[in-house]
């Protein structure tokens, strides 16, 4: 079973950019689906990203495409969210998950804070 822990997250301004780090250990990433997903307050969590185990398949929701990239370093183990341009509507926890995008994603992270003033 792989572990995921989040690191990067932070307070910046409207239009700054953030990197976000998702550190896998136990199992390489590329085994999986891998997926950031976020959670603002009072809001149910909702998707942001993926990038099938190949490589090949990378998604993106609408409130994000053209601003973030999802990219992952085998080297490092490690999934990486680039976040461009932040708006304060992208404050939330965010949080990456391992698993399957057809069977649901089964392993979380802890998530990692970002908030974005305006």
């Known amino acids: 079973q792989v572990q995921l822990v989040e690191s990067g997250g932070g307070l910046v301004q409207a239009g700054d950019s953030l990197r976000l780090s998702c550190a896998a250990s136990g199992r390489t990433f590329s085994d999986y689906d891998m997926g950031w997903f976020r959670q603002a307050p009072g809001k149910e969590r909702e998707f942001v990203t993926s990038i099938s185990r190949s490589g090949y398949n990378v998604r993106y929701a609408d409130s994000v495409r053209g601003r973030f990239a999802i990219s992952g370093d085998i080297a490092k183990n490690t999934v990486y969210l680039l976040m461009n341009s932040l708006k304060p509507e992208d404050t939330a926890v965010h949080f990456c998950?391992?698993?399957?995008?057809?069977?649901?994603?089964?392993?979380w992270g802890q998530g990692t804070q970002v908030t974005v003033s305006s």
């Open positions: 998950a391992a698993g399957s995008e057809r069977g649901g994603y089964n392993v």
